[in-house]
């Protein structure tokens, strides 16, 4: 395939126009021409808020779900036609752990291990002890299913993902349910299997948690993806504000819109406005010059989460 | 072909964790397993998985103790009490042989259309609705492969519980009545070997029913997320096909209902067997697995799994 050969530039995931309504014609359109680019080596975080179509769109590009419109090329074929050649490469979690609840956590990804067609069954206890070690659940390996935690749960899922070398992992709301201490351990675990040479395709509504593992960054927002790009093309297209403390409400309010700057607002101990290239020094300087008492002031660029509610526009679940 | 070579795997540097599991994990050339051996492990780990299960192991029970209490009822009632039907109930007084039979008979129009649906209930539905279905299809398994092993593993499941009901009956009929030679419902005597045989024929006439009725219930699960539903609505399907069967009026519907046939399993016991009805239930039996095994890979090969 000709797309493949040049494979250094290609890209390991790929979406063009990928469209899913159900229900038909008149039907609700989950996910809307999206193109989602998944270079390699990425840590891709594929943000949105709940019902965005994040889940849906992972489910297309793993063949759980026939798109209505559009394709996928993940790995150099083609989804959902070429599912036994490339998914052997990719390892997945899908909205959540799904294990036999009466089976031990050991014996849940040995039964996965009999699945895999490649498996080497001579090697399988081997492995799935491996993967277990890697999540730090050895030592309830025994444990059954329905006896673990929502955190063990989550990482037994993980290991899942870890039986076999990948060439990329999506984890789909890996750290859903999991601890400050266990979310921290994903994110290492995360950056550690990219510095292996493992493409990530990480999806998740609480930002934070992933803003500092992600090198790519593409947000969906009722079904579409309303942008896509490295972290920094991502966040830095976002004006870094300046924030005033001040007694002097109004008469910095006049300073600051003196200078230009763009959305001029007053908060309950002073003023705010966006920058827009004007340097701070100079409005500390007009801000004194003016005579007014500034307590403090502060520059702050974007963080992802402002990025993020500016793109979706508020509220995590108001598209739903 | 995608390239595989322009997509390496982890590098070979990778830490000490991953790099056995490069090294060994995927059985690429020589070592590979095999098509057929990767099946039939995938098969052993079906088998296990039903197996192990608590509710199946009662349910297995359950199927066990039915030739127990036929034996057991007939022994300590009136020796006496006679009656002319084809279940063989009134053989077993003087013949422990026929408990199996007894059993077989009484089994097959509730409790192993039962157990089959159980198992057919879990197959696709009950995997969906744990979630393990979506684990299994990204590992990946492809879909046609996916419902193979269900339904061997179903079918196998079924013959399980036919031989465990006949090889039960037979030890409770030894131990109350004592086996011999067989007298058939034509009047002639068969040697116990090859009464045996006959019984054995038996066991696979009742498990092609059973196969058949599996196929039923593997389209079934395919429909819903819900496996007690798939196993009701199967259930209902096996229990009117039955009642169906039973009203004389409806003799034009009589030749397309699965059940029509099933209990030809009596002239197993003729001499010579008599082979009419026996060949039209298997034609059925046959008939049922094609439609249903057809229309249930129809159905899971373009569902879109949500669950």
Known sequence: MSVAADAAAAPVLATSGLTKRFGGKTGQTAVDAVDLTVPRGAVYGFLGPNGSGKTTTIRMVLGLVRPTAGDVRLLGGRMPDDVATVLPRVGALVEGPGFHPYLSGRANLARLDAADRLADPRTSAQRVDEALDRVDLLGSARKRFRAYSLGMRQRLAIAATLLQPRDLLVLDEPTNGLDPQGTREVRTLIGRLNQEGVTLLVSSHLLSEIEQVCTHLGVMRTGRLVAQGSSADVLGSTRPSAEVTTPDTTRAAEVLAGLGLADVSPTPDGVTATLDGVAPEAVVAALVGAGVAVRGFVVRHATLEDRFIELTGGGFDADE | ?307
Do not use: C
């Open chain 2, 1 to 307: 072909m995608p390239t595989s070579d322009a997509l390496p795997a982890a590098p070979a540097d990778a830490p000490e964790v991953v790099e056995p599991v490069d090294a060994v994990g995927r059985a690429e050339q020589g070592a590979r397993p095999g098509a057929v051996g990767a099946w039939l492990r995938f098969l052993r780990s079906e088998l296990r998985l039903i197996l192990g299960r608590r509710r199946n192991q009662v349910g297995l029970a359950v199927l066990a103790a039915v030739p127990v209490v036929i034996a057991i009822a007939v022994k300590v009632a009136d020796p006496t009490s006679n009656g002319d039907d084809a279940t063989f109930l009134n053989q077993i007084t003087g013949n422990g042989f026929f408990v199996a039979l007894a059993a077989l008979a009484l089994e097959i129009g509730l409790f192993l259309p039962l157990a089959v649906a159980v198992l057919a209930g879990d197959a696709v539905a009950g995997e969906a609705n744990v979630g393990t279905l979506r684990g299994l299809l990204v590992v990946p398994v492809t879909r046609g492969r996916l419902l193979a092993v269900k339904y061997v593993a179903l079918v196998l499941g079924a013959l399980l519980g036919v031989v465990l009901v006949a090889v039960v009956g037979l030890v409770a009929g030894a131990v109350l009545f004592g086996l011999h030679p067989v007298v058939t419902l034509s009047g002639t005597t068969l040697g116990l070997g090859a009464g045996l045989v006959r019984l054995l024929l038996v066991v696979l006439y009742v498990t092609a029913y059973l196969a058949a009725l599996g196929a039923l219930g593997l389209f079934v699960s395919t429909l819903t997320e819900q496996p007690m539903g798939a196993t009701v609505g199967i259930i209902i399907l096996s229990t009117a096909m039955w009642i169906l069967d039973s009203i004389e009026q409806l003799h034009w519907l009589h030749p397309w209902l699965l059940v029509d046939h099933q209990l030809a399993l009596v002239d197993l016991l003729r001499d010579p067997v008599y082979t009419h009805d026996l060949s039209l239930g298997l034609l059925t039996d046959l008939a049922y697995v094609v439609v249903f095994l057809a229309a249930a890979w129809a159905r899971f090969t373009s569902k879109d799994v949500t669950s």
